[in-house]
């Protein structure tokens, strides 16, 4: 079965502090594909990123970066010198072939509030 | 631009009812999917299609049915609404190149089971 964990519920930063927001994954399959989607306060998902299974370098795209390591299982987000902007809720996923590569599994979501 | 659209952003229906949630996209996508979102659940596929007249059970299909008949529109329907059906759908799209596509989401619809 896949599984995605994202144990922080909750985050408040103030502006301009970096932010790590963190996913640990299962899965049985040796290939599979990670992904983080953002949920800002207007309710619609946005896609950030994909990362498959092969492609473990660090990924930065301006103020976001994504660590990826699959010793620890983990997919974790870090937002630099955060911005009022970036409050939403963010969720990590996952999809892998033992669950149909189209069917995504969603973890819990981490909310994050940025505080001016 | 992609553009996932649900005909509703809030719903109030009464138990017993028969509850139809539309939702179309604009891209000539293969998938579509309907998600249910609760607080400390996140995202639980409900139903999702690959195509034209196919369906595939997602992880909590229990009370729900789905139509696809046009490529571009996907149905979610409640066939008699009970209270702890109460939540947020959401609708979603993506290509279909045969491995895992990013999803491109509506705005949702809140519903509300009386």
């Known amino acids: 079965a896949q599984k995605v964990t994202q144990a922080q519920t909750e985050i408040s930063v103030v502006e301009k502090e970096d932010v790590t927001l963190d996913c640990v994954y299962e899965?049985?399959?040796?290939?599979?594909?990670l992904f983080w989607y953002k949920q800002p306060p207007s309710g619609e998902l946005v896609f950030l990123i994909r990362?498959?299974?092969?492609?473990?370098q660090n990924e930065i795209s301006g103020r976001y970066s994504w660590n990826f390591q699959k010793s620890t299982s983990s997919f974790n987000f870090t937002i630099t010198a955060s911005q009022v902007v970036d409050s939403a809720v963010y969720f990590c996923a996952l999809s892998g072939p033992s669950g149909g590569y189209q069917k995504v599994t969603f973890g819990t979501g981490t909310k994050l509030q940025v505080i001016p | 631009d992609v553009k996932v659209t649900q005909s509703s952003r809030y719903l109030v229906k009464r138990t017993g009812e028969k509850v139809f949630l539309e939702c179309v996209q604009d891209m000539d996508h293969e998938n579509m999917f309907w998600y249910r979102q609760d607080p400390g659940l996140g995202l639980r596929l409900i139903y999702f299609?690959?195509?034209?007249?196919?369906?595939e059970k997602g992880d909590i299909p229990e009370g729900y049915s789905v139509s696809r008949e046009k490529k571009e529109r996907f149905s979610l329907i409640l066939e008699s609404a009970s209270t702890n059906q109460t939540s947020m759908y959401l609708c979603?799209?993506?290509?279909?190149?045969?491995?895992?596509?990013?999803?491109?989401f509506g705005p949702g619809t809140r519903l509300t089971v009386t």
């Open positions: 990362r498959n299974s092969f492609d473990e």
């Open positions: 299609s690959y195509d034209v007249k196919m369906k």
């Open positions: 899965t049985r399959d040796t290939t599979y594909y």
């Open positions: 979603a799209s993506s290509p279909g190149t045969g491995f895992s596509d990013e999803q491109y």
